[in-house]
Each structure stands twice: as C-alpha cells, then as structure tokens.
C-alpha cells in the first residue's frame, strides 16, 4: 500500500509500474465517502483494474482511514480544491503512474461499478475515447432520482446534444471512463473546479474534434440517504454554469470569441531514449 501523499493542489505523486497489457486507473474523487466507500470498492472487477487512486478534499469523517484500510493510494488535499478540483489531481495522478484507460468513479455508491468492463471495452479495443455511464439508458425515475432533477437533466442534456451535435442520453453521471490520448490532448487543468468541471470537459472533447468517439452504456440509478447530492440552489447554480459553457462553446465554434480552454494541446513528441 501507498504511503498517503499530502497535496495542496496537483500532487506529487509517482511513476507507474511497466505492464504487459494497457493499465487501467480507477480515480475517485471523495469527500466524507466513509460511509459508502467500502461498498463501492468491493463492485469494482479488481482483476481488469491495475490501480485505484482515491483523492481525498478534506473530508470531515473517516474517508482516509476506510481508504487506507482497503489498501488504496491515497492522496490527500490540504485545501478543499473542490470537485473540478479533486479531478484535476486524479487525472493528474492517474497519468503519472502510466493509465492508459482511467475511470473516473464516485465514491458514493451511486454508480455501478460492476459496468466497469462494459465501460472500458470501447476505449481498450480502440473505438472510443470517452465513454459515459448513463442512467437514462434505463428509468432513472425507478432508482429514486427526484423528478425535478430528471427534468432538468433532460433539459440540459438536450440543449448541449443540440449544441454540441452529439445524442447522448445523459451528460451528468459520475462515472465516466477516459482514453490516456484524450486527457493528453484537453486542457482539462483550465476548466472549473466546481462541479461544471464534466461540462467543460466534453465541450473540450468536442471542440477537439473527437466527439464521435464518445459512448455511453446504462448504468442503473442509485438513490439512498448516504449518497451524495447536490440540492436544488446548487443544482440552479451549476444549471446555469452549463448554459455558460454551452456559449462559450459556440462563441468559439463561430470565431467570435475563441477561448484557451478549448484549444487543444499540440501532440507532444515522443520521449527521447537515452
């Protein structure tokens, strides 16, 4: 097990361990996760997964201790980074120790983790670079989502397929999964670190120019009290964020206004061998 590392903001983290086959990351970005952690660890296919990073923003219970107990590497904020926030180190971290194919997991028990295999297989065999974890691939409203939340959802979902060109059936779910060339080529450290982080990253993936190679399988909807979510003021405040990233989009699209955050990387060459 990993001695914890203790971060600031991107943290210091190590080098990957050579593997014969592509190497798999699971990510999860946590905060007061304690109680629903261990359920989440135990749904994940540890035969086809190589690491499990868990980036902890300063949570209040004893996320780092369950964490620690089930042997993950731990990293752990100094400073609440929020949710973008915590992203950014996962990703960060993830690369680092080699990923060629990172999930990105929440911690709360929301998400299936056991569609990890169906998640990943698009990337591994060549086909995608990002692929999402929908829930509105199946009735979200049968697992306990609150309606008003299905509503704006759909809402959301809508406006950016239209946006954005794509039909997805869902763009806000916690589990995601995505290729080591795609984080390589967005600049996904300049997005938010609140919660419309995940907008501004598939805006990226799309301005790109790699939005046909986004997937999605369902995943089945997991409402309980322990699960973490975001209230109606909240969810008003990152409604709004999203329509912002949605014009932005556009204003770039058109050469209005380019922005930074959607300029792709230019492809970095390969390391020298000494």
Known sequence: MDRPNDAAGASDVGSAPTAAGPTVVVVMPAYNAAKTLERTYADIPHELVDRIILVDDVSHDETVDVANQLGLDVIIHRQNLGYGGNQKTCYQAALARGADVVVMLHPDYQYDATRIPALIAPILEGEKHLMLGSRFLGDPLAGGMPRWKFISNRFLTGIENLAFGLHLSEYHTGLRAYSRRLLETIPYELNSNDF??????IAQVV???MGRRIGEIAVPTRYFDEASSVGFKRSVVY???????????????????????????????PASVV
Do not use: C, N, W
């Open 239 to 269: 409604g709004l964020s999203t329509l912002r990233v949605v014009a932005r989009y556009l204003l770039h699209r058109i050469g209005v206004r380019r922005s930074p955050k959607l300029t792709a990387r230019p492809p970095q060459p």
């Open 196 to 201: 419309v982080f995940d907008q501004e990253l």
């Open 207 to 209: 301005a790109a120019g």
